[in-house]
Nanobody
Framework: QVQLVESGGGLVQSGGSLRLSCAGFGSIFRINRMGWYRQAPGKQRELVATTTSDGDTNYADSVKGRFAISKDNAKNTVYLQMNNLKPEGTAVYYC???????????????WGQGTQVTVSM
């Protein structure tokens, strides 16, 4: 059983900053990839940023230069520093992890419960 626990969402004015955290708990052997997706009202869930176990990162074009993803392997935790937030960034942000649980031969795709980020004008 693997769980992802997110924190750090909230209300911020346009141009402000927030930092999201997501920690993985449970019987984890290895985290292959961890990242963030978001879903705005009436829209599909979209990728924001991901990072692999090798440290490779990938960002949506809309957040490049403003958001930064980082991780603490020892804590199975990923962070998303969001700067210069814009109103169109208002969404529920979901943590995602591709995990190999201990004793499993296959990888598991896990999602957190989501955290609301609201950016006011």
């Amino acid at each position: 059983q693997v769980q992802l626990v997110e924190s750090g969402g909230g209300l911020v004015q346009s141009g402000g900053s927030l930092r999201l955290s997501c920690a993985g708990f449970g019987s984890i052997f290895r985290i292959n990839r961890m990242g963030w997706y978001r879903q705005a009202p009436g829209k599909q869930r979209e990728l924001v940023a991901t990072t692999t176990s090798d440290g490779d990162t990938n960002y949506a074009d809309s957040v490049k230069g403003r958001f930064a993803i980082s991780k603490d392997n020892a804590k199975n935790t990923v962070y998303l520093q969001m700067n210069n937030l814009k109103p169109e960034g208002t969404a529920v942000y979901y943590c995602n992890a591709n995990v190999k649980p201990k004793g499993w031969s296959e990888d598991l795709n896990c999602w957190g419960q989501g955290t609301q980020v609201t950016v006011s004008m």
